[in-house]
């Protein structure tokens, strides 16, 4: 492990820097759904259906990320999967049907997906050294990334084609992986003090079924809540401009102001957790959760559906956090995985479904489906909190 606080420092930074460019380069690209729907003449069902190859591309490398981890390191995997997604940004301005736009988006979810397992593994080793619940820092990082990607997606939404926005996106990314990654690849991963070497793996081999069950259970907070931004991100925007008339740049300043309130309750959720303990950090953020959704999506306006928004960010904030580093505290890295892949699988799973809503009801009806897994969530919380040993 690191020999110095010096050294966990640098490392903290590093993997900070990459939590923010995933969400730059995620938030930028979708800010500009709305014209690649235009341009391609997709319908919301179709669109669903495009969105799905983000989803299974994310999926199905989840799966494989954690064994490439632990063959080659977290650190080397973040920062591949980070060049890849860069690239890849760049690629859905170019298509002009449906079908195109799904197997681009394949290879932005593969790269999507391994990015967040790699570097979340890392963030959760480093959290059990430091022994303080700062995981809702780094995805305070990833939630300021989004917001400056929107912000600055909407300054340009009237002006700058989408080609060339996200060209532009893909050259700052490569330009802060060049910097960020050669720090990262010289920094040692940290080792938990409680990490055995009969654990090659990266998973609690003596785990038995109530750890494992814990696990999942973990990762079905993490899936519920990460729906909920999965939704904000693809479908907020177009919500804003197709039911409620907002301007391509105020539609884009949804997601903005979703992704500023999850940051500043994200900067806030280490002492958050030092203060109330887990469990209810997650009942009482889940349940403001389901209030901001509901206002959101079914406020007559566009300036009561962005409060609305502002609000469920602040109480999905630190849900997501919470449920990956405690299941990677029961389960070590194969933990991580098995949290990641269910969240960010929720994440990545809930834009075709509400397109699918969409198109079966209505998309204001399709987005309080959020606020029923946030609900969801909160059940799940409380029923568990006793068992998985939080407060």
């Known amino acids: 492990m690191p020999g110095s606080r010096d050294d966990l420092t640098r490392l903290r930074v590093t993997l900070t820097a990459f939590f923010a460019l995933d969400g730059f380069v995620f938030a930028g690209w979708v800010v500009r759904i709305p014209d690649i729907k235009e341009q391609t003449g ?82 959760v080793d480093l959290v059990a050294v430091l022994r303080r619940p700062v995981m809702p820092s780094f995805h305070a990082a990833f939630s300021l990334g989004g917001m400056a990607g929107a912000g600055l997606g909407g300054l340009v939404a009237g002006s700058l084609s989408p080609a060339r926005h996200l060209l532009a996106l893909t050259l700052t990314g490569l330009l802060v992986t060049l910097v960020a990654g050669r720090a990262l690849l010289r920094c040692e991963p940290a080792a938990p003090p409680d990490r055995t070497p009969r654990e090659p793996d990266g998973a609690a081999p003596g785990r038995d079924g109530r750890t494992r069950r814990l696990v999942l259970t973990f990762g079905l907070i993490a899936l519920c809540t990460a ?50 303990g887990r469990t209810p950090t997650v009942v009482a953020g889940g349940t403001v959760a389901v209030a901001g959704m509901l206002l959101g999506s079914l406020a007559p306006s566009v300036w009561a559906a962005l409060f609305g928004f502002a609000v469920t960010g602040l109480g999905l904030a630190n849900l997501f956090p919470v449920a990956v580093e405690r299941a990677g505290a029961l389960g070590g890295p194969g933990g991580v995985a098995t949290a990641s892949t269910l969240g960010y699988g929720g994440m990545l799973l809930g834009p075709p479904a509400i397109g699918f809503l969409a198109e079966w009801f209505s998309l204001p009806a399709a987005l309080t489906s959020v606020a029923v897994l946030a609900a969801v969530a909160v059940l799940v919380a409380l029923t568990t909190g006793r068992a998985a040993g939080s407060r």
């Not at 729906?227 to 903005?256: C, F, I, T, V």
Request: aromatic share 6%.
């Open 42 to 123: 997709a319908s919301a069902g179709a669109l669903g259906m495009a969105l799905l190859g983000v989803s299974a591309g994310a999926v199905v490398t989840m799966t494989l990320t954690g064994r490439l981890c632990r063959r080659y390191g977290s650190h080397p995997v973040t920062v591949v999967c980070a060049v890849l997604l860069c690239l890849s940004v760049a690629l859905p301005p170019l298509t002009h049907s449906a079908l195109a736009l799904g197997a681009v988006l394949l290879l932005f979810g593969s790269a999507y997906g391994g990015i967040n397992v790699a570097f979340n593994s890392a963030a």
């Open 227 to 276: 729906y909920g931004e999965g939704a904000m991100a693809d479908w907020g925007a177009l919500h804003l401009k197709e039911d409620l008339g907002a301007s391509p740049g105020l539609a884009a300043a949804g997601y903005s102001c979703f992704a500023l309130a999850m940051t500043v309750g994200r900067l806030t959720g280490t002492t958050l957790l030092e203060r109330l």
